[in-house]
Nanobody
Framework: QAQLVESGGGSVQAGDSLRLSCAAS????????MGWFRQAPGKGREFVAS????????FYADSVKGRFTISRDNALNTVYLQMNSLKPEDTAVYYC????????????WGQGTQVTVSS
């Protein structure tokens, strides 16, 4: 089993920055990748970014490329999402996820942290 705890959300103005953190505990050695997803009010959950647990391969949604950066600190079992130039449309609950099987659906998920961007 594993546990993921997100932090760092909050309310900011458009153009501001936030850094989300996801602290992981449990059986992390078997993980393949970690990622961030978000869900805005009335919408489905969407992929934001992912990073391999080993190596440096990252992927981003087109909507956040150039503004968001995902990184990790394996020694701390923590994944970060640096969000710059925030826009009102980035408002959502942000979830951290860990995947050990190649399927996010079968992975571990955090409880989410709220990010609100006002114009």
């Amino acid at each position: 089993q594993a546990q993921l705890v997100e932090s760092g959300g909050g309310s900011v103005q458009a153009g501001d920055s936030l850094r989300l953190s996801c602290a992981a505990s449990g059986r992390t050695l078997s993980w393949y990748r970690m990622g961030w997803f978000r869900q805005a009010p009335g919408k489905g959950r969407e992929f934001v970014a992912s990073i391999r647990w080993t190596g440096a391969l990252t992927f981003y949604a087109d909507s956040v490329k150039g503004r968001f950066t995902i990184s990790r600190d394996n020694a701390l079992n923590t994944v970060y999402l640096q969000m710059n130039s925030l826009k009102p449309e980035d408002t959502a609950v942000y979830y951290c996820a860990a995947d050990a099987t190649g399927s996010w659906t079968n992975g571990f998920w955090g409880q989410g942290t709220q990010v609100t961007v006002s114009s």
